[in-house]
């Protein structure tokens, strides 16, 4: 793999976790995803005070929130000063008893996420939901609206979350880097790099559950990334729209004009 080694380096601000540029990867016709223009993360809703200074930094224009109605009811973000907040609700049409949408209850009632979550390395509400973030009405409109904005350059810089930003927000980044040109290695790598730099983050949540009679082993399918989530994701879109391309094309309905400004902006 020829990515450079700064590629996916933790930005290091403790109270957003998995938070990171995507930028800096190169693509197969010898441009580079341009760095300081789209940023991801875990929800904003945890933003301690010493590390406002530093989010604020970033001089992030547009927040792009994927989570529930429930999720940002639950912990609304603390926005950084100066951004717009675009609520994008990935998972509205879903079952509301799927995994992602119910991440809060789940860390907490260890009853709930071993019938959930089973004790396997994957899991199957996860599998489903990556497929889901593909065809899903609420997921199509929702990743429409937020490539097509990414294609204005007044959106941007831009920070891309959900609840844990690994979800979600991976498939938005995965599948944004892949049609930029980025390789499938390339992603699958940006991707992978949530399980270094989020479950670090969990440690107290894996106490928790330990002492409420959970075995934590069973949430790292969940707090963690998996290789066959993605390519669960991936399958769907070369079943339905033959690759990437088609995707953003036909699946997303994104005008060519408007796939043509989002290369410009993102690429160097």
Excluded at 112 to 123: C, F, P, V
Excluded at 162 to 190: I, N, P, Q, Y
Aim: glycine residues 8%.
């Amino acid at each position: 793999m020829s990515t450079p080694s700064k590629v996916g380096a933790s930005i290091p601000i403790a109270s957003v976790p998995n938070l990171r540029d995507i930028g800096g990867y190169p693509t197969a016709d010898g441009a580079t995803v341009r760095t300081g223009v789209v940023y991801r993360s875990t929800d904003l809703g945890r933003v301690a005070d010493g590390d406002v200074a530093a989010l604020e930094a970033l001089a992030i224009t547009t927040v792009f929130d994927l989570r529930t109605e429930a999720e940002r009811a639950l912990l609304p973000d603390r926005i950084p000063a100066g951004a717009n907040e675009v609520v994008l609700d990935v998972l509205a049409d879903t079952d509301p008893s799927a995994a992602p949408a119910m991440m809060q209850q789940i860390l907490t009632d260890p009853e709930l996420a071993e019938r959930l979550l089973g004790t396997g390395d994957t899991n199957d509400y996860l599998l489903k939901s990556y497929g889901d973030f593909v065809t899903l009405p609420s997921a199509v409109a929702s990743y429409r609206s937020l490539f097509t904005d990414l294609a204005r350059a007044q959106s941007t810089p831009a920070l891309i979350h959900c609840t844990t930003g690994k979800d979600r927000t991976g498939w938005a980044s995965a599948s944004l880097l892949m049609f930029l040109g980025v390789s499938e290695e390339d992603a699958f790598a940006d991707y992978l790099l949530t399980n270094e730099q989020l479950l670090p983050a969990f440690e107290p949540v894996f106490d928790k559950f330990r002492a409420a009679g959970g075995n934590p082993d069973i949430l790292l399918p969940i707090l963690g990334v998996r290789r066959a989530y993605l390519e669960a994701a991936i399958e769907q879109v070369r079943s339905g729209f033959g690759d990437v391309e088609g995707y953003f094309a036909n699946g997303l309905g994104i005008s060519a004009a408007d796939r043509d400004a989002l290369r410009a902006n993102l690429l160097t």
